[in-house]
DNA sequence: CTCGTAATGCGACTTGAGTCGCATTACGAT
DNA sequence: ATCGTAATGCGACTCAAGTCGCATTACGAG
């Protein structure tokens, strides 16, 4: 089992030619870009510190990444496949606000926050890193989902009703304070946008069916 | 009248010591960074070339805007003063649905939307750019949220009503995919925010005597 | 009109980012 | 075990950002 006699290729090298040297060199790479981006926030991430930490040397990042936008951009598809933890409490808003608390939690605590933060606003500079972001937050919208679904089965909310865009709804206040408007972010502001995207949820506003939502 | 004869100081000098031309020079450097901002986009953005088009000298910039940082916060400060257009249709939902077409056209529209893109994306990365754009769009807040207020006179909302808070929740789901998540932008994604915000209004979800807004 | 002072102009200098050509190493296959 | 190839290591080079000391200019006061 553990020799392969035969021609045919293995199933463990998914990258085309290159052996597992390269492979071995992104992930150091990876990891010396979040210790990096971690410790001297975005400004002040050097291609050159990522180097002389993962080990490499600095051409060979700037041949395979091209420069600090590739990094990110790959730290942050990397952390796009970390999966978050879900609520399944059996009530919509209650899924939302545990949610929208987690958010919270997590970026209103330096030490937990700190590498997420520098990531996203690392992230927003260039296209690829907008790119990885768009992915990321696609990802987590698509995974994030499932608690408006659950609810859609429930029929708490009517059929169709786009659980992404719930989801949004939700969290879009909380982003936009950290990083659009810079402003405080507090619990009561987190539980009050999951109650928000809860209340217009079930009012049928993310549902497509409602053509012009005259409810004037 | 014209005529100053007495020692007092005269209204018109608003600067400690220095004379108009340093006046001059700063609204010369803002007008070139606006101008500069749009054309090449945050990234691309020199000093010297702000001077080259201001006709000033590299080191006065550095000297008194300190970077492109202190260049990017003076000129949205600039911004912040100018008004917006603020609707009054006499129905919240309305206003709102005015406020985040109007969001919604401007950033939509490359023509228009290349400069406070720019601008705003270049504000989130120093110090310096995000307190300049907390107070811009504090300066924002405060000035629609005269819709939420004229919504509590007329008894639309219950009294108390966080009138800025309203106006965040209307246009944060827009921002958000701006600046954050990177994803597209639609009219209809405008329309949906601002009626969620006008539902979440109704229900008293932004006013400060809802305790605990159990509503479930 | 003259003068003192603050702001600006000017150019050289330092520093770090990013690039390039070539030598060397490691992987994969025969 | 040997070899061809792709990836990496290496150092020098270019270039733009940012700093500094000094000369010059413009403003305001008497």
Do not use: C
């Amino acid at each position: 089992m553990t020799e392969a006699t035969h021609p045919a290729p293995e199933p463990r090298t998914p990258t085309p030619r290159p052996g597992g040297r390269s492979a071995r060199v992104r992930a150091e790479v990876v990891s010396a870009t979040l210790a990096e981006v971690t410790e001297k926030g975005y400004d002040g991430l050097s291609v050159e510190a990522v180097a002389t930490r993962a080990g490499v040397h600095k051409a060979t990042l700037y041949r395979r990444w091209g420069g600090v936008d590739g990094l990110v951009a790959d730290a942050l598809a990397t952390s796009a496949d970390q999966p978050w933890p879900l609520p399944d409490t059996g009530d919509l808003q209650q899924d939302l606000r545990r949610i929208t608390q987690e958010v919270f939690s997590v970026f209103a605590d330096p030490e937990r926050g700190r590498t997420p933060i520098a990531l996203i606003s690392a992230a927003q500079r260039s296209d690829a890193g907008a790119a990885a972001l768009r992915a990321f937050f696609a990802a987590r919208h698509h995974q994030a989902a499932e608690v408006a679904e659950r609810a859609v089965a429930r029929g708490e909310l009517p059929a169709g009703t786009d659980g992404a865009e719930v989801v949004r709804a939700a969290t879009a206040p909380l982003y936009y304070r950290l990083f659009v408007s810079g402003e405080p972010l507090d619990a009561r502001t987190a539980e009050r946008a999951a109650d928000a995207a809860a209340l217009a949820a079930r009012a049928g506003l993310f549902a497509p069916t409602t053509t012009t939502t005259e409810q004037n």
